[in-house]
């Protein structure tokens, strides 16, 4: 006899908790239609080779394999072993003899997947959505899971179709779906092209350049200390650390950073490009104008996927001046290469990723459920008391008319006590119980009972009580 | 440089097909909603000692298993090689230390583990509703695939408080779902008791039930003589299977049916227990009357799964007289023990699963989703040509007005041709084109074409725009 567990980092979701993320994804995903988005699904795994080194070092340790079914592995791993050779047990070329699929580790890989696989049958520019759930292998933590839902919306195109009004419509697209969950927000940008132009003045080789972006991220949550020493570790100096530093410490407004990376980045045409978007997409939100959402240059932000290239950004809760210390609750940005990894040159891809359980969270601390929890139920109306097979029947066709109206109508499965059914009931925030005995059916009426008000009225016919329960406050 | 592909049994959906597939998956929850069954949710992967042994062989071998991430196995296999011990490459050792989850198979089990182990947050007798992918290594063929979505209503309580009344709103159910579907069904029944007295009065040994339900359950697609071979193979003595083969083969009506069986069975309890049952179920749905579902006693049937104990039933489209040759687009049944595999003794659930995938297909087959199709779009009804930066900037406060309207509204990204930014409307299904160029700023209009009569009208303000768009027929 076990007693029964589930895997770390994994979780249950109970029926208060089911409405509530049932409710986030319906306006996420209404306001992603309302920017012209479709939806489509991928499968929950993919080949190992779509999705290995499309995520950095990181992601390919974290990802899900599947072993192939059955007694593969038996097989193979005699095969290996009769062969007695210590040579043979390398990794690399075990793992592909008994795994060659894995599990979704974000959802803009399998798009990109999706749309080169699909090319002949799309229209582009290409906008879709996806709601599913991704996998990773990361040390359960607080607020950390090894399953959670994306609520991705991306838009993919030939470059030349491509514009910065990608950008302002996601960050528009972010600041509708924030002011219907009633949730102020602080995106965090930056882009890519900052970043390589710091690079390049700085002197930091260009093979280090995953490693410069991926301790830079850490800025704001580990702090400056800390990540140069992680930085010199991996072999950028001193020196080159030391001439832009300065750049990620500043807390001056947005014309004032402009003003000092302008001067500092006019040797570079990258970083200059760089600047001139930034500069497009603020100026251009100023004008629109937003609602719950604050848009603030983080000059440290660097993303951990490495398939960003142009503006990147991530979403924090509007409390705690949106600092990076905090979970973010989605993150997205441009990537012009993703697609060329599958053969397709010169297509351009911009997106966001909503994390649910993330934005869940920050709404249960900030209590931003509460105002719409009455909403949120999807208990049933009616208990229909259960007095014996004869009565049922009798009662059956009303519980029939009941449903017919759209009204949530429940049977008690046995004649059991009165007391157990009415338990039943309040237990699951039931309102109304019908009780069909036989004194009922002898006189032809229904007994409704209201538990709320604990009155109870007479009907003489179940037109009556569907009409009385359909009003608002019935 | 890839060519990508999909793991084989893995399936994309486009938009076309995510749209009528939400719209399943839509009718069918407000139907277990009706119904008063609340929304969970499990994990995709459980503990391989939560799945194990409660399928069968086969289930077991069909499971989806999850390597332990990171170089583990690697580790683990070094360290088996050091050994040079063949006995420890004996599979379920190995497999223990390299795996210990697998993706969910159905979604029944997960639902009980849920229940046993929130036994003490829940209150019985227990209603809740799953609509969740599961994952089988089957062979993949035509219309069988490796990843599908099952939709779960299951009831679990306490025996003594558990009824036939189940059964009867577990068929009433399906009948409401495939009436809005509009699609006639013919639902199997049977009674795993039937089976039980049937085996008792044919001397087949008590230990060789699994194997006769298994192969008996193969009647109706393989034949008699096929069965029996594989009986026999089983072990079960011709002369057993001689002496109730004649049942299987019946193609009188019910009531001649429980005629002939109630004399067979005189001498089982089990056996006359399940005659009752489905003679009550027969009576009481007679009474209330199906809509678009007819109940049909298929004494052959008897379930894949090990778990069922009580009445069971599969559900067919209602061609072919609802022959079991045809997929089953649905089933489910009474599993009394399943519970006790993890210590809750007395328990009774009952419950049905729906094949999303198989439902998706059937109705794609007999074209039935073509009267709802019109309202299965989800593209926008607008487009905002792209004349360039200016020209966007004084738009995209009516992009904001319509989509606060409600109006699904997109932008085209960049300024390309004309021409260019129609054809996507067109693709796209995007009824209505605006424009605002230089013209239209200077002279404060707005100029809306109508793609379908191709018409184009001019107005003053964007309320007026609205106005008309949010008519039924624009």
């Not at 001067?263 to 500069?279: M, T, V």
């Not at 066709?397 to 009941?402: A, D, E, W």
């Amino acid at each position: 006899m076990e007693h029964p567990s589930i895997p770390k980092g994994t979780r249950d979701f109970s029926s208060i908790e089911m409405n509530k993320r049932n409710y986030l994804i319906q306006v996420i995903r209404n306001k992603f239609e309302l920017f012209g988005f479709s939806p489509i699904e991928t499968p929950s795994f993919e080949k190992i080779s779509t999705l290995m080194g499309k995520y950095g070092k990181e992601g390919d340790y974290l990802m899900f394999k599947l072993l192939h079914s059955g007694d593969f592995l038996k097989k193979k791993i005699s095969n290996f072993w009769i062969k007695e050779d210590p040579v043979i047990f390398n990794n690399q070329e075990l793992m592909e003899q008994i795994s060659n699929k894995a599990l979704r580790y974000d959802l803009t890989v399998p798009f990109v997947r999706y749309v080169v696989m699909h090319k002949n049958e799309i229209f582009f520019p290409f906008k879709r959505y996806q709601i599913q759930p991704v996998w990773r292998a990361d040390k359960p933590q607080k607020e950390r899971f090894r399953e959670f839902y994306q609520c991705d919306a991306d838009m993919i195109g030939s470059y030349s179709l491509s514009s910065l009004w990608q950008e302002i419509e996601f960050i528009q697209l972010c600041d509708e779906i924030f002011t219907e969950l009633n949730f102020p927000i602080i995106i965090n940008i930056n882009h890519r092209d900052i970043l390589g132009g710091l690079v390049e003045i700085s002197g930091i080789e260009n093979h280090l350049w995953k490693d410069f972006t991926t301790s830079l991220d850490k800025w704001d949550k580990k702090g400056r200390n800390i990540v140069k020493q992680e930085m010199l570790r991996k072999g950028i100096s001193s020196n080159s650390f030391e001439r832009i530093a300065c750049f990620f410490d500043m807390k001056e407004n947005f014309s004032k950073k402009i003003e000092s990376l302008t001067i500092a980045l006019q040797s570079s045409e990258r970083g200059k490009k760089g600047i001139k978007d930034l500069r497009f997409i603020f100026q251009k939100i100023k004008n629109i104008s937003l609602k719950k959402t604050k848009l603030k240059w983080n000059i440290s932000l660097a993303r951990g996927m490495n398939y960003y290239t142009g503006p990147i950004f991530e979403i924090y809760p509007d409390n705690n001046n949106g600092s990076r210390i905090a979970n973010s609750i989605g993150g997205g940005g441009r990537y012009d290469q993703l697609a060329s990894f599958f053969g397709m040159k010169n297509f351009s891809g911009v997106g966001v990723s909503l994390g649910l359980d993330r934005i869940y969270l920050a709404m249960e601390k900030d209590n931003l459920f509460s105002t719409i929890s009455s909403s949120l139920s999807s208990s049933s109306k009616v208990l229909f008391i259960n007095f014996g097979d004869e009565e049922v029947l009798y009662a059956y066709k009303m519980i029939n008319f009941l449903r017919k109206k759209g009204i949530s109508t429940q049977l008690y499965p046995n004649a059991v006590k009165i007391n157990k059914q009415f338990r039943y009931a309040n237990n699951n925030h039931i309102p109304f119980i019908i009780s069909i005995g036989k004194n009922e059916i002898e006189k032809n009426k229904i007994r409704v009972k209201n538990l709320k008000t604990r009155t109870e009225t007479e009907y003489n016919n179940i037109q009556e009580v569907a009409h009385q329960l359909m009003k608002k406050n019935p």
